[in-house]
T-cell receptor
Framework: DSGVTQTPKHLITATGQRVTLRCSPR?????VYWYQQSLDQGLQFLIQ???????AKGNILERFSAQQFPDLHSELNLSSLELGDSALYFC????????????????FGPGTRLTVL | SQELEQSPQSLIVQEGKNLTINCTSS?????LYWYKQKYGEGLIFLMM?????EEKSHEKITAKLDEKKQQSSLHITASQPSHAGIYLC?????????????FGQGTRLTINP
């Protein structure tokens, strides 16, 4: 158990809908990351938040947005869903924003499997 | 942008045998991470390497980062069924105020009894 929790574990929805994925980081971690894992694209970085502020953006679609709340949990919002958005969505957390020490490792949650029908 | 290539893409070995998985980067590696993923589940952190020539071990798994810091290898000694899964290498670049990891495509390891 990494200490990172994600809900829900599974989500099935229809095209055009909007969903929210939730992540709680490990105790004491200030950074939260979102990744998407699909068969064709592999594991791709989407976005990073550090202490409530957006820190880095990756290949995140404009239909997707995220935020980190004062209690440090994060939500990933996916809207106007398409079939191609079906994937495993992972949240990870780390103590700081950058790799300063060897302990600044990203620990991953169990993921949310999104199926868009 | 940095790209990571893992080889082999899949590996089938008999229980008890040794094996090696490689991760080659198109650019200098500043932080190289190895994770293991059970099929359809979350990633489990194994090791992180930062310095050229660095080697770390955990139980029967050893990871090395070569001197030129563009390749890493993961070696498993006396493989067991519990070692089966997908091994992913991930890397981040030089300090840029953030920590976004780029991952290889993964190596699927099957252990036959």
């Amino acid at each position: 158990d990494s200490g990172v929790t994600q809900t829900p574990k599974h989500l099935i929805t229809a095209t055009g809908q909007r969903v929210t994925l939730r992540c709680s980081p490990r105790s004491g971690d200030l950074s939260v990351y979102w990744y998407q894992q699909s068969l064709d694209q592999g594991l791709q970085f989407l976005i990073q938040y550090y202490n409530g502020e957006e820190r880095a953006k990756g290949n995140i679609l404009e239909r997707f947005s995220a935020q980190q709340f004062p209690d440090l949990h994060s939500e990933l919002n996916l809207s106007s869903l398409e079939l191609g958005d079906s994937a495993l969505y992972f949240c990870a957390s780390s103590p700081s924003a950058t790799r300063v020490y060897s302990t600044d490792t990203q620990y991953f949650g169990p993921g949310t499997r999104l199926t868009v029908l | 942008s940095q790209e990571l290539e893992q080889s082999p893409q899949s590996l089938i070995v008999q229980e008890g045998k040794n094996l090696t998985i490689n991760c080659t980067s198109s650019k200098t590696l500043y932080g190289l991470y190895w994770y293991k993923q059970k099929y359809g589940e979350g990633l489990i952190f194994l090791m992180m390497l930062q310095k050229g020539g660095e080697e770390k071990s955990h139980e029967k798994i050893t990871a090395k980062l070569d001197e030129k810091k563009q390749q890493s290898s993961l070696h498993i000694t006396a493989s067991q069924p519990s070692h089966a899964g997908i091994y992913l290498c991930g890397a981040d670049g030089p300090f840029q105020g953030a920590q976004k990891l780029v991952f290889g495509q993964g190596t699927r390891l099957t252990i036959n009894p």
